[in-house]
């Protein structure tokens, strides 16, 4: 591999592990383990699986001023989401926009009581960080935690395995975030993740992060996971990838992600707009939109990849969309997509055709997520 590519702090034990690793992101990344792509996927839906999500940027925002309330609001004019009226110990999803109302990235937002932690994806944290520093700086200081520390464990045993090593897991509900300790290093713990299952993303300084991995790869029914499984498993939860579901050429609206925008922000809430793009965004909420992301269900055996152009007759004659994201679902045993298609063939059963080797495959628009959710609410 290249020496450019970077390395996370559980690189090393990654390796020890078996992984069979893969450039993604810029980093040396685990795409398997040795149980498998299949076998891990089905492994976190029945138990509990462990991830290394260390590539990703965390940052921290505090305001000037000492009042995370300052800080929240600061970051409202730059993210069209509720962060004033988040309260301590939550988190909340959120997406970065650009002038003309695009996704420059997603990413969680912590309110952690003195100040907000922020995660953000991999391929976009530095340029994320360049952007807050650059319009909050006069009321806030953004310290970047790039060496930090990042994992995810999910699964219906997921509670059951961390709570032995850090009691205070078990009075969590999905969406909580808290600064405590696991196996005596000082870590921040949210009940959330990417599958779509229950589960907890554990963050610390990245040279605790081995002694944090291996103590929870000792708990019964946790194995490590890698990249591979996880796409295939936020694929069946119906969460986007950046840079592949959602992008600067996509809007919140044509994304299905409005939900990620409170009332407060909305047109007649008590802060609306006030955000990059605020303008398009707040027009395409109330007009609607010309394509829509949707879930995509293939008949057959054959997965649709991403890239494959979508039809509106077994012909091709009308190109109606594009597949974003696909692969065969191991839970929901079949090939599960999504993707843009035109609005009047957004509604759920519609019937469109894939381009595939040649052929025309038929798929039906369906509701996602494929796979009913695990949180803890």
Request: glycine share 12%; net charge neutral.
């Amino acid at each position: 591999m290249s020496d450019s590519l970077q390395r996370t702090p559980l690189y090393d034990l990654n390796l020890k592990l078996g992984a069979k690793m893969v450039p993604f992101a810029g980093f040396e990344m685990p795409i398997q383990f040795p149980a498998g792509l299949m076998a891990e996927h089905l492994h976190t839906r029945e138990k509990a699986g462990l991830f290394d999500v260390s590539h990703m940027g965390q940052i921290r925002i505090a305001a000037k001023s000492g009042d995370v309330k300052d800080a929240a609001a600061a970051l409202e004019t730059l993210v069209p989401a509720d962060y004033v009226g988040l309260a301590a110990g939550r988190q909340r999803y959120g997406l970065l926009t650009n002038d003309e109302g695009g996704i420059l990235d997603d990413l969680m937002v912590a309110n952690m009581g003195h100040d907000l932690l922020v995660v953000v994806n991999a391929g976009c944290k530095v340029q994320d960080a360049d952007r807050i520093e650059k319009a909050l700086s006069d009321r806030c200081v953004v310290t970047r935690q790039f060496d930090r520390g990042l994992m995810a464990l999910q699964g219906p045993a997921a509670e059951a395995a961390l709570a032995p090593l850090c009691p205070a897991v078990k009075d969590m509900r999905f969406m909580d975030v808290i600064e405590t300790e696991l196996a005596g290093v000082k870590v921040t713990v949210s009940r959330s993740g990417y599958t779509g299952e229950d589960g907890f993303e554990i963050g610390c300084a990245g040279a605790d992060s081995e002694k944090v991995a291996r103590a929870i790869l000792a708990q019964p029914d946790v194995l490590p996971i890698g990249l591979g499984a996880r796409d295939s498993l936020r694929l069946e939860a119906g969460l986007c990838l950046y840079g592949n579901d959602i992008d600067v050429m996509t809007t919140p609206a044509e994304a299905s992600l409005g939900w990620a925008i409170q009332k407060a922000r909305r047109e007649g809430g008590s802060r609306a707009g006030g955000y990059p793009g605020a303008e398009v965004v707040l027009k395409q909420a109330r007009d609607g939109v010309s394509r829509k992301r949707v879930g995509l269900l293939a008949e057959g055996r054959a997965p649709v990849r991403a890239g494959a152009k979508l039809f509106a007759d077994a012909e091709g004659q009308k190109e109606i969309g594009v597949v974003t994201s696909g692969a065969f679902g191991p839970s929901v045993k079949a090939p599960v997509a999504m993707g843009y298609v035109a609005s009047d063939h957004a509604a759920l059963d519609t019937p469109v055709f894939a381009e595939l080797r040649g052929k025309y495959v038929p798929l039906h628009v369906r509701a996602m997520p494929f796979v009913a959710p695990g949180f803890k609410r």
